[in-house]
């Protein structure tokens, strides 16, 4: 099958192929004949206020499905504004194809005008990049885009396409197969190890599973909770793996790290077996590497080859989709647990319970409340209560995505959506736009603080087009929170710069583009403040205004080890050098 | 310390960008790299001698394998392997030391490639570390001028080649759905 067309439908004919039923994209010069043929394709092209938005738009998208996300710009400024969504989507392992426009191949070299070496520029952006050259190459690299996004530990490629090759006609024959020989993807892992490591894991005294983004990305949550029941071990889940085992669940204990809970990073302190799933051992996960985990043996599965031993020697290394090694391991666990377990190990297992319950009761990462202001942890709370577990909670980067990360449950995976490696502010309320696309049925919550929030309001634009009914919750503690935290901490309080003085009126911007706004102050308005956004059938805009110098805690101070927390305000805090 | 890496890449382009990406972005300065064709005209053998931190070439290696357009990155630093480089030396000499310019390229079995009354330009392979005794004798005859082409090595072990197979379902759409 062969038909006349040209290069702007041959795209979008290998889109409509690959599943897409939306992208996210803002149009200019070079990409004049891609929107042309998007004027009456039947894929949904959603026009936001900036290519950035563009992209976090995309992963959000793909953080809430699976699905690879698609985001579209010109050349030049449309292209590099893309940068920062593709570092996002690359940190964070999520599957994007981001489409650019180039100059006419002729021109390309010249300094014309809106060009930009997007090819040179996303090369360390991204997993893969493509540059089009010819109108026949056109299909199988966008085919190609598609499955390096997806497979192994996904991540961003772009595709980068001349105008005259949009122009190009040219007969298009569907692509049937693709070869990288140089892509390797590797899945099964191995069985010796896999065996080795479900002995250990079985043998351990003080079992403890680090879960990470690998548990969302793999689909793999199903395994996890069977793993964890199998061998009663505690759970954490980092940042990027909330949701993978169900905040309700027994063995849940919380998040680790920088922010994470007591029993959390104490359990990894003094754990004989760390069972390490899809995580890269972070820094803001282990502190001071030489004392993370310094008494256990580490069983690590990961799809890519290079996260095994970057941080943390592994003493059982598996290289595979931690859904399938999981699916292997439990099988085998399900064999050894036939036989009785060792009276002595039992003993130690629930010595180690007991260890781990009595953490999370001297620590607990309890609600704070006030009579008199609204403190930023009793708004997760009430957020949690309205979610219940089941809504998408879409948050920027800084003190309310930690307090979010520490509060709201998720009964399920890509539920919670945020910028976790890149940490780019911004991320919240595009990426929430996104999510609401890819999941119509779903309550969304774009959970920003005042400072991204004003980074991405050229977005309330977009939200309000489409009528998309996307709660705002925003956490205004009139200060970029988290740097105000380490200035008061570490900088003798010396607040520089992070003072956001002249907030809009939330309840005349929400206005301004026809939907319901509100701003709060009062504890007592909160619970009835909230509901009455989740009401709303539309879009809705609530500026909460929190007491401003509330800090996040726990905390491990930059270069400590992880057992090392400050637990409350009054503790001092010693000076990094 | 010097480590020298081999890479079957892919001959595309791009290609040399992202290799060289690899080590750039992480402060590494590259002392030499060598690219030409294989005897399959769509692949090219790379050879880079890069300044990278002991405990870190492992991570490079992965990396470099990890990247699209690499078929296979090998670590020959320590392995059993011939390296060699060329050098083409143009050196001035007086009348009278021509003979023993002469006897000396023959020590190091090198070859005149250009005579003039003015000296000789001479070629020469073999190890790094001969070349630079070459160059060290020849720059004690008077004004030389040099252009070595780095380091090209062979493996003298078998590496085996593991490709992936061509992926015949194309399109997200024919891959298993999550759940």
Redo the contacts between chains.
Sequence with gaps: MSTLTNGAKMLLECLA???VDCFFGYPGGVTLPLYDAIYDHHIRHVLVRHEENACFAAEGYARA????GVCCATSGPGATNLVTGLVDAMMDSIPIVAITGQVTSKLIGSDAFQEADT??IT??CT???Y?VKKLEDLPQVV?EA???A?SGRPGPVLVDIPKDVFQAQGHYT????????????FTEGHTGQIRRAAQLMWEAERPFIYAGGGIIAA?AS?ELRELAELLDAPVVTTLMGLGGLPSNHPNFVSMPGMHGSYAANMGMTHCDVLIALGVRFDDRVTGRLAAFAPHAKVVHVDI???EI??NRAADVPIVGDVKRVLGRMNQILTEFSASPVPAGRATARQAWWSQIRSWKDEHPLAPVTSDSEIKPQHLMMEIDRLSAGEAIVCSDVGQHQMWAAQLIRFNGPRLWINSGGLGAMGFGLPSAIGAQFARPDKLVFALVGDGGFQMSIPELSTIASHGLPIKIVIMNNGYLGMVRQWQELFYNNRLSSVELDCFPDAEKLAAAYGFKGRTIDKPWELASALEEAVREPGPYLLNVKVSPYENVYPMVPAGGAINEMVLAPPQPVAVPK | MLQIISLLVENKPGALMRITGLLSQRGYNIESLTVARTLDPVLSRMTIVVDVDATLRQQVIKQMNKLVNVLQAVDLTESPAVRREMVLVRVRTAQETRTAVLKEAEIFSARVVDSSTEGFALEATGDPEKLDEFIDVMRSYGEIETTRSGVVAVSLETKKLKLQPPVQQVGQASWPVPS
């Design positions: 192929r690959e599943g499905t699976g699905k690879v090819f040179g090369r360390s997993k893969h990049n540059m085919h598609f499955y390096i997806a569907p692509v049937t197969s693709i070869h990288l020989p140089g892509y390797k993807v689909n199903g890519d080859p290079a031993g970057k």
